[in-house]
């Protein structure tokens, strides 16, 4: 969907207006999840290249995979979605809309639930690493 479909007008419905919230928000989403695969990518790397001997055997690696694979699911999940809500223009009654905006929730809870998840492992791995790493002072 466009900007230009996106914008809300005073004459929308209520509805038509939670459609144009929800697309914005779902492609926020997959901003930030294509965000997370990139960033996914580097932590894999630097863990590799740098720490993999200094933590050694803690699986953090193989999680960050894992978290990998599931970024990915969720992400293609959401762009598949997001590629159905162009039919929201054909619902014709509130029981057709209200389908589209329960499906909108449920992938909500799922982004949140992952965004937790990944956010608790990022945040384990910074305070694991947090010693290995010397500063250095200029003077």
Do not use: P
């Not at 697309?23 to 290249?49: F, G, S």
């Amino acid at each position: 969907m466009t900007t230009l479909k996106n914008k809300i007008f005073d004459h929308d419905t209520d509805v038509d207006i939670t459609h144009k919230i929800n697309t914005m928000e779902l492609d926020n989403w997959i901003n930030h999840l294509k965000y997370i695969k990139k960033e996914l990518v580097n932590l894999i790397a630097i863990y590799n290249k740098e720490l993999n001997d200094k933590l050694d055997g803690d699986g953090v690696v193989e999680r960050f995979e894992k978290k990998q694979n599931e970024n990915n699911i969720l992400l293609n999940a959401l762009m598949e979605y997001h590629n159905t809500r162009a039919n929201i223009i054909e619902c014709e009654d509130t029981e057709c809309d209200m389908v589209y905006i329960t499906e909108h929730e449920s992938y909500r809870r799922s982004y949140l639930y992952h965004l937790d998840k990944y956010r608790r492992l990022k945040d384990e791995f910074f305070n694991k690493i947090r010693g290995q790493f010397t500063l250095l002072k200029i003077s």
